[in-house]
């Protein structure tokens, strides 16, 4: 802790310490029924279908409010190198549209017929919401590693020793549950706390809030599978 000043020191790892006093949003986010049936084998391939189809159009969403973001790292980033981080998500966002593309078409989804749901319009207009030049970098990218984290998070689960993952559904869940994306959710943590350590008061209440409607949004985005929204 050399060269800190005390409130820094205080407010280090301000991430587990929200995800601490928030976990039953976070559990609720991070293991959805949705993701539980993926792992023990018990999915409904309908509801996997929905989720493929809607998620389609969240991440086409999801580019340019990424794109807001190295913006706002150019602009107010202490530390060069935080661009190269949110340009590598970039990249690995051009990778899972040309998946979804080719996964669609195995499972019978036509991805030009997607309708967004309300919970993915939600979902769209909070992401636009953010890209306003008055929200502050601190708080888009602790709310971009969230985004990045609950997703990480679930499908590493369905990789777990002993999972019952069906084969078909392995790669999808490798996706976003390797380690190398575990690795890049770890810098784009660090980045956030880093910013979280220096952060006002004020800021870092807009972040908690933020963080919470995320969360929020990740259930109700995975509710959108049931197919009763
Ligand atoms: C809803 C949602 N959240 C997160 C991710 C991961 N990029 C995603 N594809 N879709």
Redesign the pocket.
Known sequence: MEGKTREEVEKSGMIDTWLMKHRLIYTGATRHPLILSIRDGTVDLSAYKRWLGQ?YI??RA?VPFVASILIKAWKESDDATDMEVILSGMAS?ND?IAWFKSEAPKWGVQLTDIVPQKANQD?CRFLESLMSLDVKYTVVITVFWA??A??QTSFALCLEDGSKTPAELRETCQR?GNDGFGQYCNSLKKIANRRLEKASDDVLSAVEVALLRVLEL?VE?WNMSRGDA
Do not use: A, R, S
Request: negative net charge; proline residues 0%.
């Open positions: 998620d969240f991440v999801f966002l899972e979902y985004i990045e609950v997703y976003w990740e985005f």
